[in-house]
């Protein structure tokens, strides 16, 4: 998984375009939009190429265009095609494959004209919740089935981060006028998947609230200078890989004993982890919420 992916299977195809595999292989039989090549055991394997070509194929199908149609078109010609409809229609399905699309070319270009089209009608809060949030999910589903690799993972979630940052700086500049909360976003050690405490960042500073942003992989004792400061502290995190399953309850007693001894600092939690968490048992100044909507139901 350190390399790019230069080979897929056909259930690889499948997973990324939407297409199921026995509309692929009708298509290559019947108009021959794709060439596999196969293995020494006579299985399908397709090029890089062959998936670019076909996730630009779904969108224009997706869009209404009949399959004996985009079989006419010149292959060298479909990108162009594609970019001109992303630049037309900007809606939430066209917008998700063209960005799965700009992921796999890493092309920065197409990511950014999609993300253009949609901004024309568009904040970018409507953007990451309809747009960006069922991408990302999407994206996890296809990095467990070992679908894309590494490289593409982070390709466009950093240019996503960069949406975010530069969205955030946009109203960091605004006084809080929330005075009730002071936030302390962080993620524990070792854990890096800052994307959710980003977007939730923003959120509570749309609504008005100071937050002091820490960021990836902050140790608990490197926390305690912040009580010095504020009152009505709430640290914030997001454990999406860590703490693991297992040492969730440790973490808990650490914060406790490390930040809360009294119960004075408030601890919430989201992220994919928290699932394992025991709710009912958790002390009344921590609280795991299952979503960013859920939290910001309680502000």
Avoid: C
């Amino acid at each position: 998984m350190n390399n790019v992916k230069k080979f897929f299977s056909i259930r690889d195809l499948e997973n990324l375009s939407g297409i199921k595999a026995h509309t692929i292989r009708i298509w290559e039989k019947r108009y021959n939009l794709l060439t596999p090549e196969r293995t020494s055991t006579n299985i399908r394997t397709y090029s890089l190429a062959s998936l670019q070509k076909l996730l630009n194929i779904t969108l224009l199908y997706n869009s209404g265009y009949k399959i004996s149609k985009i079989a006419k078109i010149p292959e060298v010609e479909l990108p162009g095609v594609v970019r001109e409809l992303v630049a037309q229609n900007s809606t939430k399905n066209h917008a998700i494959n063209a960005f799965k699309l700009s992921m796999i070319n890493f092309d920065l270009s197409l990511f950014q004209k999609t993300y253009n089209s949609l901004l024309a009608d568009r904040s970018f809060r409507e953007i990451f919740w309809e747009v960006f949030i069922p991408l990302l999910t999407e994206l996890g589903l296809l990095w467990q089935t070992d679908t894309i690799s590494p490289s593409h993972e982070h390709f466009v979630t950093n240019l996503i981060k960069q949406k975010i940052y530069t969205s955030t700086e946009k109203i960091q500049a605004v006084e809080p006028t929330r005075q009730d909360k002071v936030f302390a976003l962080f993620l524990p050690e070792n854990e890096i998947h800052e994307i959710g405490l980003l977007f939730i960042n923003y959120e509570l500073l749309l609504r008005g609230y100071k937050t002091i942003y820490l960021g990836q992989s902050m140790p608990l004792e490197s926390l305690t200078d912040l009580e010095k400061y504020y009152q009505n502290l709430h640290f914030l995190s997001y454990f999406t890989v860590i703490p693991t399953k297992d040492g969730l309850e440790q973490y808990i007693q650490d914060f406790n004993t490390i930040l809360s001894p009294a119960g004075s600092s408030k601890l919430w939690i989201l992220g994919r982890q928290t699932e394992y968490l025991r709710k009912k048992k958790l002390p009344e100044h921590i609280r795991a919420f299952e979503s960013v909507e859920h939290l910001a139901a309680a502000l």
